[in-house]
């Protein structure tokens, strides 16, 4: 069986999450499930799926059928809004559908109105109850993050949100550093101009795709990324960006994209 071939990253306080993960957002049914199955034959060690995705019983499905031991695998979930009324028995059908005891990281979809300073406290809660090893949200901003960890005193360990080259700031990713929250991107590529003269000129200094620059510069910044496909060569394509590194330079050069 592949070993993970990404490196990781350390929560606070927790596990460690690896850098690359398979996103499977959009993605239902067998596709998912052969999808989910082709990633974790390829090396990803770290899948993302959410309540409102409807194939978190495909993604469980697959991980059974991998032959991946569990321990191995860092699986995300993730609470809609229109559920923050019923956290708790959400996170029990989401534990039902993919056959697990806990997930490595249960998230806050979009804020419930507010920051949901109530929801945060069940998240809180699932954490000390061990059905969640490790706790966060998506689509906050660091006010947000801020307001749950002044109502509870516990401060999210990840913050998924959107991000690429087009949506870089550096204020954004020092804050979450300064907070001890872990940065993670999804949609990579949806922002993304792929045919851009900078990406390109990196891509052929590196002998590499572009695609391949866009995640490997998230990862030179730290950031988690989850790329999303169902074409094997893509889903193996984008989790080998580890035999190459981007220089100080090529970095600057591809965050300014977000000045144009």
Same mark, same amino acid.
């Given at each position: 069986m592949t070993e993970n071939l990404a490196p990781t990253v350390r929560l606070a306080g927790s596990t460690e999450m690896p850098?690359?993960?398979?996103? #499977?957002?959009?993605?239902?049914?067998?596709?998912?499930?052969? &999808?989910?199955?082709?990633? $974790?034959?390829?090396?990803?060690?770290?899948? /993302? #799926? &959410? #309540?409102?995705?409807?194939?978190?019983?495909?993604?469980?499905? &697959? $991980?059974? /059928?991998?032959?991946?031991?569990?321990?191995?695998?860092?699986?995300? #979930?993730? $609470?809609?809004?229109? /559920?923050a009324g019923r956290a708790d028995a959400t996170l029990s059908a989401s534990l039902d559908a993919l056959g697990l005891d806990a997930v490595d990281l249960w998230l806050v979809h979009w804020p419930p109105g507010g920051a949901g300073e109530d929801v945060w406290e069940r998240f809180v809660a699932a954490r000390e109850d061990g059905r969640a090893r490790a706790i966060g949200v998506s689509n906050y901003s660091l006010e947000q993050v801020d307001r749950l960890t002044q109502a509870t005193g516990v401060t999210p360990q990840v913050n998924q949100v959107s991000w690429a080259p087009s949506r870089y700031d550096a204020g954004v990713e020092a804050g979450h550093r300064e907070r001890d929250v872990v940065l993670e991107g999804y949609s990579p590529f949806k922002n993304t101009d792929l045919s851009d003269p900078v990406l390109r000129e990196v891509a052929d200094t590196h002998g590499v795709p572009p695609a391949q620059v866009v995640l490997r510069w998230h990862v030179e910044h730290g950031v988690v990324v989850i790329p999303k496909s169902v074409t094997p060569e893509r889903i193996r394509a984008n989790l080998a960006v580890f035999g190459f590194s981007l220089s100080d330079d090529e970095v600057a050069r591809i965050d300014r994209l977000a000045r144009r």
């Open positions: 850098m690359v993960g398979f996103g #499977t957002w959009q993605i239902t049914g067998r596709q998912c499930y052969d &999808a989910v199955r082709y990633a $974790l034959e390829a090396g990803y060690r770290h899948v /993302d #799926t &959410a #309540t409102m995705y409807g194939n978190e019983a495909e993604v469980g499905r &697959a $991980l059974r /059928d991998s032959g991946v031991d569990r321990d191995e695998i860092f699986v995300t #979930t993730k $609470l809609p809004p229109r /559920d």
